[in-house]
């Protein structure tokens, strides 16, 4: 396979949302600019209510007990088997980051569009990289997707999976967004030999601050996964909140039927625009529209922050606004006028 030296080049400049700095800086607020509106990522605006933290959890280290607690509540909400098929680690980035030093550089697929760490970290790692647009059939070592994917929303069955782990070949699937559709999740199968899930507890739950993720592989990856990671790969406070999180299947609930409503209410935000909407998930919209580029600068003369992707420029991803519709509506009203 031939690597994309392009975008998956160890040095490419990755864009990512979520930086409010940099919008303050090229926009002059010297001030601190507190009054913007991210909608660049795709997190939660309804976070889960953490409330108050025992003392003890900020002052000690996270022992093994909280970790078994932890894995415990991680796997029975992914549906893992077993606790020993978890590790967690600050945020599914630092997995993403790590997986590609774990075995001798090969030929990995990505596929594309998706995540942007995904390609340059494996390039980084020695491996030949090649993004594809589709890599059932793909001549690999190791396949790697999300699903439902980012930014596009594109969904795989179960079923369709099942024929891309065989022989050495390791199945790695980036399920940052699958909270809301566990039907998509092969977390129950992870003990077939090379199949990795990535999971993100901080875009569900609201909480990205806490940088807290968990691979979900069969025990004897999973225990080299740990040890690569070394010791207090997350916080106490993290996991106390974590392992709550996970059992509070009323606010689960209850929040994937708010999230879906949002998620309506947004659509028909945007329809109203004149923006069609191609794809996504609960968690955000994305919309084609050749004046893309025009919408972000009348967005963020309105201090809305929005993600525009530069290999894209007729895409832009729009986030959840939370209690902040009528202020994106007006926004995108001034733009139509």
């Not at 020695?126 to 997707?145: F, P, S």
């Amino acid at each position: 396979m031939k690597a994309d030296a392009q975008n998956a080049s160890p040095t490419a400049d990755r864009h990512h949302g979520g930086d409010l700095a940099a919008a303050r800086r090229a926009y002059g607020d010297d001030g601190g600019g507190d009054d913007w509106l991210d909608l660049s990522t795709g997190i939660n605006p309804f976070p889960y209510p953490v409330g108050e933290l025992p003392e003890e959890t900020w002052a000690r280290l996270p022992d093994s007990g909280v970790e078994a607690e932890l894995l415990a509540a991680a796997a029975a909400y992914y549906g893992a088997p077993d606790s020993a098929c978890v590790v967690a680690a600050s945020g599914s980035q630092s997995l993403i980051q790590l997986l590609p030093r774990m075995r001798s550089p090969g030929r990995v697929a990505v596929l594309r569009p998706t995540y942007v760490e995904h390609e340059p970290c494996w390039a980084a790692a020695g491996h030949n990289v090649a993004a594809l647009g589709e890599v059932a059939a793909a001549d690999c070592d190791v396949v790697v997707l999300a699903n439902p994917n980012n930014p596009d929303g594109r969904r795989f069955a179960p079923a369709e999976l099942e024929e891309m782990t065989r022989n050495d070949r390791w199945l790695v699937v980036d399920e940052a967004f699958a909270d809301v559709e566990p039907e998509l999740s092969l977390a129950a199968t992870v003990m077939q030999p090379g199949r990795i899930v990535l999971r993100s507890f901080g875009k569900f739950f609201g909480l990205a601050g806490l940088r807290l993720g968990f691979a979900l592989t069969a025990p004897e990856l999973a225990g080299r996964i740990r040890s690569a990671l070394g010791p207090w790969a997350f916080s106490s406070p993290a996991a106390w909140i974590a392992t709550r999180a996970f059992a509070d299947q009323a606010w689960i609930t209850a929040n994937q039927e708010r999230l879906a409503a949002a998620a309506s209410e947004l659509d028909i935000m945007l329809g109203r625009a004149g923006l069609e909407v191609i794809g996504g998930t609960v968690l955000y919209r994305l919309i084609h529209t050749p004046a893309a580029a025009e919408i972000c600068q009348v967005l963020e003369r309105h201090r809305i922050l929005v993600r525009h992707y530069p290999e894209r420029p007729d895409w832009l991803r729009f986030g959840l606004p939370g209690g902040h519709g009528e202020r994106l509506e007006a926004a995108l009203t001034e733009w139509r006028s």
